[in-house]
């Protein structure tokens, strides 16, 4: 089911945290740290607006697709989870945006 597709790929993510670097890509960018991490996905967003502004679905879906998966490595490297993620928008669902924004205010 779709709904099993972030489950499974975190999972694999995880799972090369073992592996070699020159063999997996995953590894590789684990093996240079979040800085790495961080900077694919600053590009992949940047890749994700250009396409949406171009408006040519397929690669917006494509770019999303790259902004998820390098969002998923990330977590995954701050062994942080994607339910842990879920969660945080379950907890949100029903609740305005300008609610949710003000009690983050109100938190800090």
């Known amino acids: ?7 499974e790929l975190y999972a694999t993510l995880r799972a090369r945290k073992g592996a070699d670097p020159k063999v997996s890509y995953v590894a590789s960018l684990y093996q240079k740290g979040l800085d790495t991490i961080l900077k694919k996905i600053g ?5 994700t607006l250009i396409a949406a502004k171009g ?4 690669q ?14 990330m977590l995954s490297f701050l062994d942080l989870s ?5 969660d ?11 609610e949710e924004k003000a009690s983050r205010q109100e938190r800090s």
């Open 1 to 7: 089911m779709k709904d099993e597709v972030l489950a």
């Open 43 to 47: 590009e992949e967003a940047a890749e």
């Open 55 to 58: 408006g040519d679905q397929k």
């Open 60 to 73: 917006i879906i494509h770019e999303v697709a790259d902004l998820w998966f390098h969002s998923l490595v």
């Open 82 to 86: 994607p339910e842990q993620v879920l």
């Open 88 to 98: 945080e928008l379950k907890r949100r669902f029903g609740q305005s945006g300008i």
